[in-house]
């Protein structure tokens, strides 16, 4: 039997061939012909079971056969906002494996002590996009480009805030504790610092603007492991 093949095709019931990105994949790598059965995936919470009417070189046309409306595997909405490293190898490799384990919405941001002034977010989507395909999450992360602190601070958002930091000096909760005792459809926003922590007065700043301070445990942990460790809190109270 062969495994099922994915491909992530935006507005698909609409549509009747794949992108130019998914053909190229079916066409040159998996080499799909008329009559081969195929999945897509539109991001926004449905499968599509279709089948190849037709190739060409660069083209890959399909008719979809069934539709299957996926539920999501956890509740509420989990938007990480985070400094990006200077190694973005780091950063691509945590926007991967959040993706895997499962969240909605992800932030770049700009802070005094970042060592990245400027972040390629199309890179950072076709990672999404190919770790979405390979744990066959439904819906796609949104991917927001790199945005001031204060501008993201200063922007209104639903839910809980909260802002991690290593500052002994300013109280914080314990993340994990704390989204235990919301509700399991609440809208939660958790802020990652970059290698350098934010400075001080940038946690201040946040806390004026409602984000609650909050510690990730007792170890100090490089921004990408923080940003995972953050939604897989996130995940396992809101399932």
């Given at each position: ?37 195929m ?56 926007a ?45 992360p ?20 909260y ?18 005792t ?58």
């Amino acid at each position: 039997m062969k495994e099922a093949r994915y491909f992530y095709v935006p507005l698909a019931a609409e549509l009747t061939e794949l992108p130019v990105d998914e053909a190229a994949h079916a066409l040159r790598v998996l080499r799909l012909s008329s009559g081969d059965e195929m999945f897509l995936m539109d991001g926004a919470g449905t499968f599509y079971r279709a089948i190849v009417t037709m190739t060409s070189s660069k083209h890959c046309l399909y008719e979809i056969t069934e539709r299957m409306p996926q539920q999501k595997g956890w509740n509420g909405h989990i938007h990480l906002a985070i400094a990006p490293t200077k190694m973005m190898e780091r950063m691509e490799w945590m926007a991967e494996k959040a993706t895997e384990v499962g969240f909605d919405e992800i932030s770049f941001l700009k802070c005094k002590f970042s060592e990245r002034k400027t972040l390629r977010e199309d890179r950072i989507e076709k990672i999404v996009v190919s770790a979405v395909k390979q744990s066959r999450k439904a819906w796609m992360p949104l991917v927001h480009p790199l945005t001031d602190f204060r501008l993201f601070v200063e922007t209104p958002r639903k839910g809980h805030k909260y802002i991690a930091h290593c500052y002994d000096e300013i109280t914080k909760k314990d993340l994990f504790e704390d989204l235990k005792t919301l509700p399991v459809d609440e809208e939660i926003t958790v802020m990652v610092g970059p290698e350098g922590d934010f400075s001080i007065d940038e946690v201040r700043l946040a806390m004026e603007h409602g984000y609650e301070s909050v510690s990730l445990g007792s170890a100090r942990l490089r921004t990408e492991t923080a940003g995972l460790s953050a939604v897989m809190m996130a995940q396992l109270v809101k399932r």
